[in-house]
């Protein structure tokens, strides 16, 4: 006979359930204790020149870890209220479960907290295989115990799983009476036990066939989508009455419950095909309309979401009807469902079904909605509830490691090539190279796949044939090439991180992953970096990459990753042009059989040579600089020279000179690098063809070039005269200056004349004389007067000028006393030599100008060998005797002290007295030495000067000095 059913039972039972329930889980569960790691990168270039027209490669940097600690946050969902059938004094049974929907285990407190007065007994049993049914023998407690708190707490419960519990029930009442709220039970967390909820299970008394159903599900976690999972309903007569017109359905829920306990879209869909019965075995019931299925004692009808049924109640749900069903019978039915896709990580879908029946002549419903007479609008009997929980993990882990970012079909088989071979043609040495390897999750969920760099051996465990070199640095890093993967499953190795499966509705992968062809599988580009040591040559090389499933460690796949050939770097040095301008002097590997470039110079005079040290190899280096006399010797020069580098004072030609280098900057791929390379030749240099060789040498790999130059040392006579001076005198007094003369040639001279013009006779009385200084660089009585014309006797008495050799002469000028205050007389000396048949004729110019006052400048200079502002030198001194005229050698890099003395040498003050110098040719000012002294203490606050390291003009404010005053400048200059 037709019934009118209720078909919002499974809706009503869900509102039920859920109100008045708390939830604080959170939707995507993270276990506490979970460690998330996060580390940044920064890459950057460094400018290699001052207009940063060229850059350096790039460089990448990491940051610090930081870590963030997973907090523990227990939740759980106890299920759930039932409403069941019952004969007085007979036991029923209400079956409920756990949930911890939290993210950390959890044990819970269980407790009868209300009883009514018509329960008689009451019993909680176990029920570990959560089918509904109390565990034989597992009484955890009764009412017999007089506790109404199971006396330990249940076993630790884990995240996501559920733990079962039956309370078996015997009450009396009136049949048709319903007996609300019979027993309550409640559980409670350990973890917080400001957490808990109660189950409340009611009675319905009636008179007739008593039946049972119960639902079960063997698995109740899986992915989304995921499946097909079994369901299963069991249903037997525990009472002494036939029953007839056995129904039992199941409208599968297409909601589910986030973590915040909301109600979403998805749920179960139904596998066509897949009922059974127990009667029937393994013999699929067939989903339509179509009448009795199997035969014999139990003839029943399926039915299963046929669209087209006549039956309305067959097109929306499992519908399974039993002709009769006698006391003691029992059985079951099965069928399959899937999980849709989209449900969220710690979504639970609660899966009821509902049953009703008749009496054995069919004149009776049994239903939640009370006895009453066949045909009449009815609410079925609720079984339990089966939680199901989402989670996104994969139960059947799968991982591909190949070269495509979207082909999931290729590199499957290691010990196949295809797809497993990650190639680099060639790098050069030192050189950093990339090798991007994409992991693919084919798994059924999400999975984190350690990654382990094997650099011993390939793909399927044999040796590798051709390692990489030991002191190759290896990194695995994300798609970005700089920052690095980290282990965020704290499994001690790095990882991917999770990857999951593509979004359900778009068939696409988000965020860092790439989606596979078919839209079916997510992907993780990472890059294997490899950086080569300077040394390396040849190849091939090779390493292995392998992904193995943090789900389960068996699970693994690998590529190789191979470079087929390591470039040797290369440098060329070339002259006056780079490689870029074509035909530069000197391309090619050297050094040359002969020189490339010879420049001529006098013995004792400097030259420079332009070079180009040009960078022939594919990445960016820099390169040591050296000189030698041979094949190659750095540092190994003829004795008397020197031979220092310099970067191009700004001309791009050498012509002036920059700071001294002995190493290159950094010079990019393809690019050069101006370098001067300044020779100093000896003053006693032979005339020769000298042999010069120039290095460049990687300080990265054994690249270098040396090319070869000469020196020709030119035989001719030359002398130098200097400098002109001017001075002040009061009328009828003296003044002196002081003159070098050095034979800058290459051949002694000898008869070196000296004549001073004009004489007194012929100037109104202003006088001159000459004087051959006796050693000291300061005239004094001990001066030898050279008359007019007369030769220079030299340093050895032989009044021969040796090359090289200089000698100091001093001027003496005599004002008359009728001179004219602002008068000025100028005195000009000559020197000539013969040298056979060539004269050699210099002249310098001393002006005196009258004035009341007669100041003196005089000037000394001294070594500071370490640039400390302390005289040191030359020769064994220390402070202020070091102070001479004297000439002395002096190396790029030290610095030279000069004392300027202004003293007044007449009877009245002078008045804005300044002392002017600057710096000079080759060098930079050094502030250190700084140094001014006058009779009113120190006037360093009165000097005018460049900035440290820089050039440019130099002045002291003295003011005023009183007659016979003095005040003293000391200052220092630093040799490039």
């Known amino acids: 006979m037709a019934m009118q059913i209720t078909r919002w039972f499974f809706t009503t039972i869900l509102v039920v359930l859920f109100s ?66 019952a004969i007085s004094d007979r036991p029923v049974y209400f079956a409920h479960t756990i949930s911890n929907i939290g993210n950390v285990a959890d044990r819970y407190q269980i407790c009868v907290s209300a009883v009514d007065a018509q329960v008689s007994e009451w019993r909680v049993y176990a029920d570990t295989d959560l089918d509904g049914r109390p565990d034989p023998g597992q009484i955890l407690l009764s009412s017999d115990d007089g506790s109404a708190c199971l006396p ?26 319903v007996l609300l709220s019979a027993i309550e039970l409640e559980a409670t967390s350990s973890d917080d036990n400001t957490l808990n909820q109660t189950v409340v299970d009611s009675v319905e008394f009636i008179e007739g066939p008593l039946i049972e159903v119960l639902k079960s599900m063997p698995v109740r976690v899986g992915g989304s989508p995921s499946g097909p999972y079994t369901v299963r309903l069991a249903y037997r007569n525990v009472s002494n009455f036939t029953a007839s017109s056995v129904v039992l359905e199941d409208i599968l829920p297409t909601t589910f419950f986030d973590g915040q306990g909301q109600p979403q879209t998805g749920g179960f869909e139904y596998v066509p095909g897949s009922g059974r019965w127990s009667q029937t075995g393994n013999t699929a019931l067939t989903d339509d309309d179509d009448g009795v299925e199997g035969g014999g004692t139990e003839p029943a009808s399926y039915c299963a979401y046929d669209g087209t049924a006549a039956n309305v109640d067959c097109q929306d ?9 006698p006391p003691g019978g029992e059985g079951y039915i099965e069928f399959a469902v899937q999980v849709v896709g989209g449900i969220s990580t710690g979504g639970r879908i609660l899966n009821i079904a509902g049953y009703y029946y008749n009496n054995e002549d069919n004149t009776v419903v049994y239903a939640q909605s009370g006895s009453g007479p066949v045909g009449g609008a009815i609410t079925p009997f609720d079984t339990n509830v089966v939680p199901f929980q989402i989670k996104s993990s994969a139960t059947a882990p799968s991982v591909v490691v190949n070269d495509s970012s979207t082909d999931i079909n290729i590199g499957v088989d290691d010990s196949l090539d295809s797809g497993n071979r990650v190639e680099i043609a060639a790098a050069g040495q030192g050189a950093v190279i990339r090798f991007t390897n994409y992991i693919w999750n084919t798994g059924d969920g999400v999975d984190t796949f350690d990654l382990n760099v094997d650099r011993a051996l390939n793909r399927v465990g044999a040796s590798l044939a051709n390692p990489f070199p030991d002191n190759a640095i290896v990194r695995v890093l994300q798609a970005d090439g700089a920052t690095p993967l980290l282990d965020t499953s704290n499994s001690g190795r790095v990882d991917t991180g999770p990857i999951p499966l593509p979004n359900f509705d778009t068939g696409a992968c988000s965020g860092r992953f790439v989606t596979s062809a078919d839209n079916t599988r997510c992907g993780l580009p990472v890059v294997v970096e490899v950086e080569l040591p300077a040394d390396a040559v040849g190849g091939p090389y090779e390493l292995t990459l392998a992904a193995t499933s943090n789900v389960d460690t068996t699970v693994t796949n690998a590529v190789s990753n191979i470079l087929l050939s390591v470039v040797p770097a290369t440098v060329d040095i070339t002259n006056n042009l780079p490689l870029s301008a074509g035909s530069a002097p000197g391309a090619g590997v050297g050094p040359e059989p002969t020189a490339v470039t010879t420049i001529s110079l006098m013995p004792g005079n400097t030259g420079t040579f332009t070079l180009y040290v040009n960078n022939t190899g594919d990445r960016q280096d820099q390169y040591q600089l050296a000189a030698s006399t041979t094949n190659f010797a750095a540092g190994t020069l003829y004795p008397g020279w020197l031979v220092s580098f310099y970067r191009d004072g700004g001309a791009g030609d050498c012509t002036s000179l920059g700071n001294a280098i002995d190493v290159t900057d950094i010079i990019p791929a393809g690019s050069a690098q101006l ?8 003053a006693n240099a032979e005339v020769d063809v000298y042999d010069l060789y120039f290095r460049a040498s990687s300080l990265l790999s054994a690249a270098q070039d040396i090319k070869l ?151 000394e200079q001294a070594l500071d060998s370490n640039c400390d502002g302390v005289p040191d030198g030359p020769l064994a001194c220390t402070g202020d005797s070091c102070f001479s005229t004297s000439v002395f050698p002096v190396h790029p890099g030290q610095c030279v002290l000069y004392r300027l003395t202004a003293r007044n040498q007449s009877a009245e003050p002078v008045f804005n007295v300044l002392i002017n110098d600057r710096t000079q040719a080759y060098t930079t000012y050094f502030q250190t030495a700084l140094n001014c002294s006058s009779p009113s203490g120190s006037c360093n606050a009165d000097v005018t000067t460049p900035n440290d390291g820089g050039v440019g003009d130099i002045q002291a404010d003295i003011g005023v000095l009183q007659a016979g005053e003095q005040a003293i400048l000391i200052f220092g200059l630093r040799v490039r």
């Open 709 to 859: 130059d000469a020196v020709e040392i030119l035989g001719a006579p030359d002398i130098s005269f200097s400098p002109d001076q001017f001075n002040q005198v009061v009328p009828g007094s003296s003044v002196s200056y002081t003159h070098q003369i050095k034979n800058t040639g290459t051949v002694p001279l000898s008869s070196i004349q000296l004549t001073a013009t004009p004489q007194a006779e012929d100037d109104n009385g202003w006088a001159v004389l000459v004087y051959e200084d006796d050693g000291n660089g300061v005239w004094g009585p001990e001066d030898e007067t050279i008359p007019l014309g007369g030769v220079l006797g030299t340093d050895n008495g032989d009044e021969i000028l040796l090359p090289g050799e200089s000698i100091t002469v001093h001027v003496r000028v005599f004002a008359p006393a009728s001179a004219v205050l602002g008068d000025i007389n100028v005195k000009t000396i000559t020197l000539t030599t013969t040298v056979g048949t060539d004269t050699l004729e210099r002249s310098v110019t001393d002006s005196t100008s009258t004035s009341q006052g007669n100041t003196l400048i005089f000037k």
């Open 152 to 177: 330990n707490l249940t076993n630790s419960i884990d995240p996501s799983e559920t733990w079962g519990l039956v309370i078996e029930v015997i009450a009396n009442g009136a049949a048709g009476s």
């Open 675 to 682: 370098v001067c390379a300044h020779v100093q030749t000896a």
């Open 317 to 325: 749900r499992v519908r399974f009807e039993l002709a009769t069903l």
């Open 20 to 85: 008045g329930l708390s939830y604080s889980a959170v939707a995507d569960v993270v276990p506490a204790g979970t460690v998330i790691k996060n580390q940044a990168s920064a890459t950057y270039r460094t400018c290699i020149d001052d207009s940063c027209s060229q850059a350096t490669e790039e460089r990448s940097i990491t940051s610090n870890i930081v870590e963030t600690l997973i907090q523990g946050v227990p939740a759980f969902e106890f299920l759930t209220d039932q409403r069941l059938p």
